[in-house]
């Protein structure tokens, strides 16, 4: 089975042969409950490895130490435990080839292999009382940002506003290939104020700032990622060949046009297909 995960700080998000799945990505302790009440449709509680918790909603609103590891960088536990997660909500069969997602400025040759060596072998996993057990086969790890371009791409030039919950890639395509000199990640996102959720045009100004050395205001720029539509107005006012990108996924029966907030994860899912079916 051919399926990519995006495990992003806020929201986790699948793409499967079957259709697109997001769940909140909040990990958290586990205890008991004198009433066990629903708090969502994600609400999970997982064992793993000899580890308990809370998952989804669940963990943001039961776990005593609930919630989200940030950074620019998913090679942690956490972050593992989202795509486990993640896999045991939307496999149908045992044997998974995946696609998953790092920050482009992390995307380094030891932390691509470290990450590999927590997901591909035999994994037993849990949720809400149901036992799971998957092979992950093999894994490919993909530039977030980069990866969304590949969920609808273009011929010639695009850059990429990827906007996450705790970075910001900033990802430049060139006849298909990435320009590295002029991609990064941003170490600020939509989640990373302390004061809470950013004002939008406060971040987009941020973005416009850090861009503006090396990108042309007549350039085409594609915004993704879950805040998109809130920040585009603000993007657009410098950018004004900028869109928000809407991502295409091939099914059998046809073409689906998905949410921006799954960009990254088609695009992932479209390389993994056409990547890994020279495989399976």
């Keep these: 089975m051919i399926m990519a995960v995006d495990a992003g700080n806020f929201e986790t998000k699948v793409c499967t042969p079957r259709g697109l799945d997001k769940f909140c990505s909040a990990i958290g302790d586990f ?62 069969e045992s044997d998974i080839h995946l696609a998953i997602g790092n920050p482009y400025q992390s995307l380094t040759k030891d932390e691509t292999d470290e990450m590999k060596v927590a ?21 490919i790890v993909m530039a977030e940002g980069a990866a969304a371009y590949w969920s609808n791409p273009v011929e010639g030039l695009a850059r990429i506003i990827d906007i996450g919950s705790g970075t910001v890639n900033l990802v430049t395509i060139l006849n298909r290939k990435i320009v590295d000199k002029e991609s990064f990640t941003a170490p600020y996102g939509m989640l990373t104020s302390k004061d809470g959720e950013a004002d939008p045009a406060s971040i987009a100004r941020a973005i416009i700032n850090d861009t503006s050395k090396k990108w042309k205001r007549a350039d085409r720029v594609f915004v993704v990622g879950g805040a998109s539509e809130r920040l585009f107005p603000f993007i657009n006012t410098y950018y004004s060949n900028s869109t928000v990108l809407k991502p295409r996924i091939y099914r059998e029966k046809g073409i689906e046009i998905a949410n921006e907030v799954f960009a990254n994860v088609v695009g992932m899912y479209e390389m993994a297909q056409k990547l890994f079916l020279k495989v399976v």
């Design 31 to 92: 205890r008991v409950r004198v009433k066990e009440e629903k708090h969502g449709n994600d609400d999970m509680v997982w064992e793993y490895d000899l580890l308990k918790g809370f998952a989804g909603t669940l963990a943001k609103v039961e776990s005593e130490f609930g919630g989200t590891m940030y950074g620019n960088t998913k090679n942690h536990l956490d972050a593992t435990l989202r795509v486990l997660l993640a896999i045991h909500r939307n496999c149908y």
């Design 119 to 139: 997901l591909e072998r035999e994994h037993t996993l849990t949720i809400n009382g149901i036992v799971k057990t998957f092979t992950i086969r093999k894994v």
